[in-house]
């Protein structure tokens, strides 16, 4: 009597559980880049009666009676699958494929790709790019994104080398990353992720030509469920997580291209989640049932004492 009441309390809080899970999914069905998650179930604690016996020549075995206990939560897993591309113009772009974009709150130098999960990066699927006021590319939380410089001096053409926050230079030939920076007119990106602008300027040796500011960088993840969501379209990663190994590299070629004017939307799935809202529902009903025939039957047996 008492068990069944046990029972239904936890089928309770983990029915709960998924419905938070789903409607979490459903607030989120038209923000950009967001993955959803879906939520199991596992079976709680037993309570052993008889145990299991192996039979003889002279009696039977005996199979195990146990006393379940309810349910719980099993797993709330991130579907990572990419979703439909929006076209929004403008100097956005969408991964297009596997893969995140890099930011982080601050400038903090330039940073080798084998020390990406020490740097509390922040990953996302949602390209909203922009040029700030000191020269550098920001996305829409003011976040620097992070990729390749052009090698100036040796190969103009060459984006390779340590992570750094992406900004205008100084002067046309990208060599100089200083304090001050170009005034850039129809800054764009490509799919291979270059971000290129035309120079604005009264020097005339300098107005009308066209610089490279660098190139976005894309992040791979050996296992990117083992991401955690940070919020704000962000994704965060760390050494002892389970997201695994961890590669930076420009777009094209192995790695994914971008679709420059594209924003991800969200993957949620409304149909699915309406019905597992439904079904989800209905195991709360009948939770909250057996504790309304747990308490019915505790009260016969306390009016048995007249």
């Known amino acids: 009597m008492l068990r069944a009441m046990d029972s239904a309390v936890s089928g309770l809080r983990a029915h709960q559980n998924k419905l938070d899970v789903i409607g979490n999914n459903i607030a989120n069905v038209n923000t950009f880049g967001f993955k959803s998650q879906s939520y199991s ?54 991964v297009d494929g596997e893969g995140f974009f890099i930011t982080f709150p601050k400038s903090t130098g330039d940073v080798a790709v084998a020390d990406m999960k020490k740097t509390d990066f922040d990953y996302t699927r949602v390209g909203q790019f922009n040029i700030d006021g000191n ?62 602008g035309t120079v604005k300027s009264t020097d005339k040796a300098k107005d009308g030509k066209t610089v490279s500011i660098g190139k976005v960088a894309i992040a791979t993840f050996q296992n990117p469920e083992g991401l955690s969501k940070k919020g704000s379209f962000y994704y965060g990663a760390a050494e002892s997580d389970n997201s695994g ?13 971008l679709m420059t004017g594209y924003l991800e939307a969200s993957n949620v799935d409304l149909a699915k989640e309406f019905s597992d809202m439904i079904t989800t529902q209905r195991g709360f009903q009948a939770n909250s049932k057996i504790i309304t025939v747990s308490d019915e039957i505790l009260s016969d047996l306390i009016n048995m004492k007249r």
């Open 41 to 94: 179930f596992k079976e709680a604690m037993y309570q052993t009666s008889t145990t299991s016996t192996k039979g003889s020549e002279n009696a039977g075995g005996v199979n195990a009676a146990q006393y379940g206990y309810g349910s719980m939560m099993g797993s709330i897993s991130t579907d990572m699958s990419a979703s439909t591309p929006t076209y929004v113009g403008g100097l956005n772009a969408s």
């Open 135 to 196: 020269g550098y590319l920001t996305d829409a939380n003011g976040n620097f994104v992070y990729g390749f410089r052009p090698d100036a001096v040796d190969n103009p053409t060459r984006f390779d080398g340590d992570l750094v926050a992406i900004k205008v230079p100084s002067d046309v030939t990208g060599a100089n990353f200083g304090n001050d920076s170009l005034q850039l007119t129809n800054v764009k990106i490509n799919s291979l992720g270059e971000i290129s």
């Open 245 to 257: 190994s961890a590669s930076a590299t420009i777009p094209g070629g192995s790695t994914s291209s």
